[in-house]
């Protein structure tokens, strides 16, 4: 089945500065990759997502970008603020997991002031 | 709007009790999953129910049942509690039917088994 992996498990950044946090997949059919944020003592949410038909999406201070020959996709926050700072997941959907989500293990991001 | 409402929030369980974990939504969608999430692993998925009357097995299944009550309500039930099913539990639906994306989350029940 697929295998998604995260890096790094943890990344502490100065605000302002920007964070990158990377994923692999072992799919290479998997066609749709979503970041999720999970604030302390709530739910995952939904942040950014991106089709394996585009190599790079933004929305304002957020962006992922997808090298699908490579396997892998990133995700990158500009001008980092103390409320970036949070669990993120990435996860893959592909046909070898009969069309569901595996997750990676997961970043905690945090922003210093 | 509440979205998606787990109770209860915290629960402690000797080994072999039994409990039921429930969920309900108000968003109208037809999907609806249970996931567990556990340090460095990620979310997997427990069950997930495609429509109304449906429900197949995800990636870790063992221990658990569900039932779909009606299109709101998606519970977990845990026959015989033990220490390996500690962890915390999501429910979420998506507004894309019989697929997982775009998922919203209710803010999960935290459950010890000792």
């Known amino acids: 089945g697929e295998n998604v992996e995260q890096h790094p498990s943890t990344l502490s950044v100065q605000e302002g500065d920007s964070a990158v946090i990377k994923c692999t997949y072992s799919d290479s059919a998997s066609n749709y990759f979503p970041w999720y944020k999970q604030e302390l003592g709530k739910g995952p949410q939904l942040i950014i997502d991106i089709r394996s038909n585009v190599g790079e999406k933004k929305d304002q201070r957020i962006a992922v970008t997808l090298n699908k020959t490579a396997k892998h996709f990133s995700l990158h926050i500009t001008e980092t603020q103390p409320e970036d700072s949070a669990v993120y997941f990435c996860?893959?959907?592909?046909?070898?997991?009969?069309?569901?989500?595996?997750f990676g293990g997961g970043t905690r991001l945090m922003v210093k002031p | 709007n509440a979205g998606v409402t787990q109770t209860p929030k915290f629960q402690v369980l000797k080994t072999g009790q039994s409990m039921t974990l429930q969920c309900a939504q108000d968003?109208?969608?037809?999907?609806m999953y249970w996931y567990r999430q556990d340090p460095g692993m990620g979310l997997r998925l427990i069950y997930y129910s495609a429509s109304e009357g449906t429900t197949d097995k995800g990636e870790v299944p063992n221990g658990y049942n569900v039932s779909r009550l009606n299109k709101r309500e998606f519970s977990l039930r845990l026959e015989s509690a033990a220490p390996s099913q500690t962890s915390v539990y999501f429910c979420a639906t998506t507004i894309e039917d019989a697929t997982n994306e775009k998922l919203f989350f209710g803010s999960g029940t935290q459950l010890s088994v000792l």
């Open positions: 968003m109208n969608h037809n999907s």
């Open positions: 996860a893959a959907v592909g046909a070898d997991a009969g069309n569901m989500l595996t």
